[in-house]
């Protein structure tokens, strides 16, 4: 299955690494490892994760207060959103 990235999600994610990159280089990449680990479990199993009210796919970071929107079809999936748990539930949503 092929996995993209909407364009505007790749700019979410560039803006939350820089931010914890400013706290420190370790939190930064530990931010990577959990993004990392997010995106393989999307593609390997993302029927496994659930419906958000959006009616996309939400998988949660474990230790980072972030989650990604995506939707999934028979040949692909792709990320719309990576947003923060306390951001604006419609931030995003537009995006296709």
């Given at each position: 299955m092929n996995l993209h990235f909407h364009p505007e999600a790749k700019d979410d994610v560039r803006t939350i690494a820089e931010k914890y990159g400013e706290v420190s280089e370790r939190v930064h990449e530990?931010?990577?490892t959990e993004?990392?680990?997010a995106i393989q479990r999307i593609g390997e199993?993302?029927?496994r994760h659930h419906l958000d009210a959006s009616g996309y796919r939400r998988a949660n970071l474990e230790k980072f207060p972030y989650h990604l929107l995506f939707e999934t079809s028979d040949t692909e999936t792709r990320i719309l959103v990576v947003r923060h748990n306390r951001r604006d539930p419609s931030f995003g949503l537009?995006?296709?």
């Open positions: 530990r931010f990577w993004l990392e680990s199993f993302p029927e537009e995006r296709r």
